[in-house]
């Protein structure tokens, strides 16, 4: 089983993803903005904090949480006209050290809810072996931020 890490190389420590390859066994994984196309899961994480794990095919055919859509949002498609929209980010980074309560992505997402301001939502699974830490996605909404 191969395992890749996704999200902003900026909240990635050599620590982090070892704890990483010790929690899942020694699974092999890789740290990258894009996927690995052969990676068997992926774990999307945003600000230090996991917000979505999963097969990769479900993932990247069904993102729950709002981060991942925004990341594959942003994945160029060749054919395309060029469209940057002002949606795809926006709001201020995250704060990493002494965070305030709540969701880390709220002030970028599209979606967020009043309780996405006060409650760091907790992974729950959304379909089997498919989880997601999104107040909005664990509500049952269609999540479609991007």
Request: with cysteine.
């Amino acid at each position: 089983m191969k395992l890749a890490v996704i999200g902003g190389g900026s909240t990635y420590t050599p620590e982090l993803v070892d704890g990483i390859a010790r929690l899942t066994g020694g699974i092999k994984i890789t740290e990258l903005v894009l996927c690995d196309p052969d990676a068997d899961r992926l774990i999307v994480m945003y600000a230090g904090h996991l917000v979505e794990t999963g097969p990769a095919e479900e993932v990247l055919g069904s993102p729950r949480h709002p981060y991942t859509q925004l990341l594959l949002s942003a994945v160029p498609d060749p054919k395309a006209e060029l469209n940057v929209g002002a949606e795809t980010d926006r709001g201020e980074p995250p704060k990493v050290i002494n965070p305030a309560p709540g969701c880390r992505f709220r002030a970028r997402c599209p979606l967020a809810i009043a309780i996405c301001h006060e409650v760091t939502p907790r992974l729950a699974e959304l379909a089997p072996g498919h989880s997601a830490a999104s107040h909005v996605a664990q509500s049952g909404a269609e999540v479609k931020a991007f």
